[in-house]
């Protein structure tokens, strides 16, 4: 069992910059690829960003160049650096441990960017 828990997020103004955490449990972080996604109102969750065990990543369009994700292994923490924040990026924003047998999801933490 991994627990997954998220926080930094809040209400900022467009142009701003968010600086999301996520903290899990358990011996092996260091293995397992970690996600982080977002679902909007009334939208469909949708991969924002994701960091292999090795440390390869991948963006949704829409946020490269915006957002950076990262690991520290020794820490069980992964990072999602948000930049030049945009209304539309206004969601929850969840992470997710993606191990052999399953995926592990926090609760999730509200990013909130006005114009």
């Known amino acids: 069992q991994v627990q997954v828990e998220e926080s930094g997020g809040g209400s900022v103004q467009a142009g701003g910059s968010l600086r999301l955490s996520c903290t899990a449990s358990?011996?092996?972080?260091?293995?397992?690829?970690i996600g982080w996604e977002r679902q909007a109102p009334g939208k469909k969750r949708e991969l924002v960003a994701r960091i292999t065990s090795g440390g390869m990543t991948d963006y949704a369009d829409s946020v490269k160049g915006r957002f950076t994700i990262s690991r520290d292994n020794a820490e069980n923490t992964a990072l999602l650096q948000m930049n030049n924040l945009k209304p539309e990026d206004t969601a929850v924003y969840y992470c997710n441990v993606n191990t052999d047998t399953r995926a592990y999801w926090g609760p999730g933490t509200e990013v909130t960017v006005s114009s």
């Open positions: 358990g011996s092996t972080f260091a293995w397992h690829p």
